[in-house]
């Protein structure tokens, strides 16, 4: 706690304070003292957390309420204004890195959606959506059914918190190119805004070295492959599962005047494609892997390490000498480190040679305090076989 840590554990609060806790509203601010009787810091109680405390304040002069999260919210909108040249869809407020406990706000356009993943958040939601619309905020939109918001106990519902019913759709733009979010149904908040600078990489990529073949995997909505075609790709095969995706994703296609590109929306489980593909001998100038949350937890850590390994193998077979690999991970349990070496332990088994050229994270939106490493939850590596 006095290194500015976000986050305390049962384990590690006297009987009585956890009896305190359990006594208090889910959410309530608390003062949190050490053993001496000395300030830590000012906290929201979590009783149904693993996490029990989430800390909002190191300050005694500055506890948690409705003065705080106006000051906190103004200070996170303020630092994105820059980003307002490149795209209208960025992460205005970031959780513990903007110093607000499990709240995450994503603006799209005009609408801005909300995540309260925290009881902290979800106590202090009327003074939260009081501050975005001091902020300018006209449209909120509740979707706080992550698993996030489970595990501290809350009910994770969607709701309108302010203005009307959001579009079936809203229309935002990256880059130049042009995209659809669905803010109710959407993965996530409706769209990895994560990936913006990542997809504008995979563009410029293709534009510098004149790549032709490009495979996107999980490709979702189809952001990485647009970019790719937006680069001068001129084959590209984009691979999910899921089929109401793969038609939003052709819909992004159209809308952003690529409807005679060829391609391929192909509705498959990745790894059986990737499979599909080695044996009809296939090649690729670049290969995304952007898969969902392998590892939801610490305990299933092993596991998904033997899935990402799995992927990147079957990846690395179908890259041609010279082609690139974007490898991405989104589970906060696995480390940069881990990562790593997870894709390191799958060029060896390729029998490969590989360069790692750059270490990828999520854009500036995203910030990480350097208090709160567990806020860095995607990283990805950019791999060139030689």
């Not at 976000?6 to 304070?17: H, M, N, Q, T």
């Not at 939260?128 to 489970?150: F, H, K, L």
Request: net charge neutral; aromatic share 8%; with cysteine.
């Amino acid at each position: 706690m006095r290194r500015r840590h976000p986050w305390l554990y049962a384990g590690a609060i006297a009987d009585e304070g956890l009896k305190l806790i359990d006594s208090l509203p889910s959410g309530c601010p608390v003062q949190v003292c050490d053993a001496k009787g000395d300030f830590l810091g000012w906290a929201c109680t979590s009783p149904r957390s693993s996490i029990r405390l989430r800390f909002w304040s190191f300050r005694l002069d500055e506890p948690p309420g409705p003065a705080l999260i106006a000051q906190r919210i103004g200070q996170a909108f303020a630092r994105r204004q820059p980003l307002l040249a490149s795209s209208n869809a960025r992460r205005m407020v970031f959780g513990e890195a903007d110093g607000l406990p499990g709240l995450i706000v994503d603006l799209y356009a005009e609408q801005a959606v909300v995540q309260l993943l925290s009881a902290g958040a979800d106590y202090f939601r009327e003074a939260i959506v009081e501050a975005m619309a001091e902020q300018g905020i006209a449209a909120i939109y509740e979707r706080s059914d992550a698993a996030g918001a489970q595990r501290e106990g809350l009910s994770g519902g969607q709701a309108v918190l302010l203005g009307e019913e959001p579009a079936s759709l809203v229309e935002i733009h990256e880059h130049g190119l042009r995209f659809l979010v669905d803010v109710r149904q959407g993965h996530k908040t409706g769209f990895y805004i994560d990936q913006r600078d990542n997809r504008a990489l995979v563009k410029e990529l293709v534009r510098s070295q004149a790549l032709q073949r490009v495979l996107n995997c999980f490709c979702y909505t189809g952001g990485f492959s647009l970019a790719a075609w937006a680069g001068g790709a001129t084959a590209v095969i984009s691979v999910d599962s899921s089929a109401p995706a793969l038609e939003q994703a052709q819909r992004q296609q159209a809308l952003n005047q690529m409807h005679e590109r060829e391609g391929r929306w192909w509705e498959a489980n990745v790894f059986e494609a990737l499979s599909h593909l080695r044996r009809e001998s296939e090649a690729f100038d670049l290969i995304v892997l952007d898969p969902p949350k392998f590892a939801p937890s610490a305990q299933h850590v092993d596991r998904a390490a033997r899935a990402y390994k799995d992927i990147n193998l079957k990846a690395l077979a179908l890259l041609r000498p010279g082609g690139f690999l974007l490898s991405f991970s989104c589970s906060g349990a696995i480390s940069v480190d881990l990562f790593q070496k997870i894709v390191a332990g799958a060029v060896s088994d390729a029998a490969i040679d590989a360069q790692l050229l750059r270490r990828l994270s999520a854009g500036t939106d995203h910030p990480m305090s350097m208090a709160h490493p567990e806020g860095e939850y995607l990283k990805g590596l950019l791999l060139q076989r030689v």
